[in-house]
Every structure is written in C-alpha cells, then in structure tokens.
C-alpha cells in the first residue's frame, strides 16, 4: 500500500508538485485513486491569488476530480472498492438551500482539494459516477456541471418552449445548453468566436450571436425572441455583461447569476430587475443531492460532457494557463496517471 502521494499545493502565484503522506482513512472514510480532475475559472484566482475568498497558499489544489475507490473505512455502508465516484464540491452542504457555513466546506480552499494521486475524503464527500461516463467525463460534473443544474431549477424550473440566453462557451455554459434541452428549453449562445458558436449550433443551440459583431447583443437576444426577451439568463460574466444580460430578460424572468468573467465590481441599477419583475439570484455551485440527480440524468438521457482538451498530471499548470487564454469550448480536464 503507498504511503506517499504526489500532490499539487498552491504557492504563491504558482502551483507546487509535492511528495504527500497519504491520509489513511478513518471508519466514516473513503479512500480514492485518482484518474482525472476538471479544471475550474475559480482554480486559476486561486492559483493566481486573485480569488476573493481568500488566500489559499498551502492548500491541495482543484476541487473537481473523479477516481476509483482503493480503500473504505469499517462504518461505511454504500462504497466498497472498485466503485467509480466524484467528489461532491461542497462536502459539508447535502440537500436544501445553501447552508451558512457551505463555503467551509469546499475542496480546493478551504478544504484540501483533489489534484492528488490519493485523496481521503468522508463517504458523504463522494457520488458514484454515472455508469455511462469515463473518468475525464465524469470529472466535469461536480462544479460546471451541478451549476448549470441548479440555474435551471431556480424558482419554477425551466419548462418546455422557453427560452435560455448563455453567455460563452465555457463548462457552465455547455453543460446549461446541453441539460436545457432536456427540459425542452430552446438556447441562445453567445461567443466572440464563429467556430465555437458554430459547434454549439451542433450541439442544439436554437440561435447563436457573435457579440464582437454586435456589441449591443441584447438587442439581438430581443430580436431572436419576437422582442419578449429570454425566460432565463445564465449569467457568468458580472459585471461586464449583467446590464445586457437584463435587458435580455423577459418580465417576470430568471437571472442566475454565476460567474465574474467579465469582471469583478461595478454597480447594479436596480430600475430594469424592478421595471420586468425580474428575479436575481446568485448561484454558488449546489449540493451533493443536485449532484446525484445530475447524475442520473445524464445516465437516463446518455447526456456526454464536452472535454475541450485533455493534459497530463504533470501538465497542471499548463491546464490552468489554457483555462485563463479562454479558448476552450466546454471542459479542460487533466488525467492522472494510473
């Protein structure tokens, strides 16, 4: 059995690639070998030191990663090894709303995270995989994934015949194009690259804008929707496009708001979400029981995560350098090696 691991730690501005003594695990615990991690916007602030929630230097890094369970402690119950599994984001926040103390419990920082060859985490820390995914797949579930998932179901979940406007191509908005049309909604993509929108016309996208062609894109969203505007936003940009994003909904619409690529600070006016009724709301990823009915939907609709490209263990800094050049369409994943 090994008794050390090769582990990636956050430094300062960097990653560093340490010999780690593996965590044996305790009676409520799961041990797992690790066979790829998913590359998340939040991994390279992290890495970067620009993440606003705080300084996570000494910290595993990575939050998202699938394996194969090695090793289980005497009290649990629902793992055995052999079982294929992903680590929940959040470990402490299983079902409900958002608890107060969530962000304690998210790998990566503050907890240790996954980009390891063995990582020990408590049995409720893991979902079994879905059994029609491999490891690279299923490793981009947890984060981009569950956040696409939990945009869909705010509120009054998004029904068949409405409208969704995403914004990129990155994992969260691939995975909102691909799960919406489970539900029957029609998509709206929007991306500064004609290749990539192309491929999202592939994936199902009901209609496409390149918003370096129209840099008023809104008035095109309105356009494509007979003037009512979309039933829903997923708004990853902030705050350089949340003022398109509103005046892309319809009244009484849905605004996730999600991520901060277009930039942190800047000012909400409150006259448009008052004047539509509109409901704004931020999304922080989701629970392990979102996770698990994810899960099941991609095995019920053999649903299959868009990987962009693939790196190697040793290559983690290079994934991280490729997430921040923004040129991906979907997912970056790293595979480890067996």
């Known amino acids: 059995m090994a008794t050390r691991t090769k582990t990636y730690v956050y430094g300062k501005g960097e990653l560093r690639l340490e010999e780690r003594p593996v965590t044996e695990p305790g009676p ?27 300084d996570m230097t000494g910290n595993v890094a990575l939050s998202d990663g699938a394996g194969e369970v090695v090793a289980v402690g005497e009290r649990v119950r629902d793992l055995r090894p052999g079982d294929r599994v992903v680590a929940s984001f959040f470990q402490d926040w299983s079902a409900g709303p958002m608890p107060p103390n969530a962000m304690e419990s998210a790998l990566g920082g503050p907890l240790d995270g996954v980009a390891s060859e063995l990582v020990t985490l408590p049995e409720h820390g893991w979902v079994k995989t879905p059994d029609t995914l491999g490891f690279a797949e299923a490793a981009t579930l947890p984060c ?51 290749e990539k929108l192309a491929r999202a016309q592939e994936l199902g996208a009901f209609a496409t804008i390149n918003y370096r062609t129209h840099p008023s894109w809104s008035d095109e969203v309105l356009e494509r929707t007979g003037g009512r505007g979309v039933d829903r936003v997923v708004e990853v940009g902030g705050a350089g496009t949340l003022e398109q994003s509103l005046a892309s909904v319809r009244s009484g619409g849905t605004l996730a708001l999600i991520g901060v690529l277009g930039g942190i600070g800047g000012r909400i006016d409150p006259v ?35 990987v962009d490209r693939t790196f190697r263990f040793d290559q983690l800094s290079e994934a991280l350098d490729a997430m921040a050049e923004g040129r991906h369409f979907g997912k970056i994943v790293v595979e480890v090696e067996r």
Do not use: K
Request: charged share 20%; glycine share 12%; no cysteine.
């Open 28 to 54: 409520l615990d799961v041990q797992v070998r690790m066979r790829a991690l998913s590359i998340n916007y939040r991994d390279r602030l992290i890495r970067d030191g620009a993440y606003p929630g705080g």
């Open 144 to 194: 981009a994934g569950v956040t696409a998932w939990n945009a869909l179901l705010l509120g009054d979940a998004i029904q068949p015949g409405e409208a969704l406007l995403t914004l990129g191509t990155g994992g969260v908005s691939i995975f909102a194009l691909q799960l919406a049309q489970l539900f029957g909604a029609r998509v709206i993509v929007t991306s500064s690259d004609d």
């Open 272 to 306: 448009p979400v008052l004047m539509r009724a509109a409901r704004l709301e931020g999304v922080l990823i989701g629970s392990r029981t979102m996770l698990a009915d994810l899960v099941r939907a991609v095995d019920v609709h053999g649903l299959r995560p868009v």
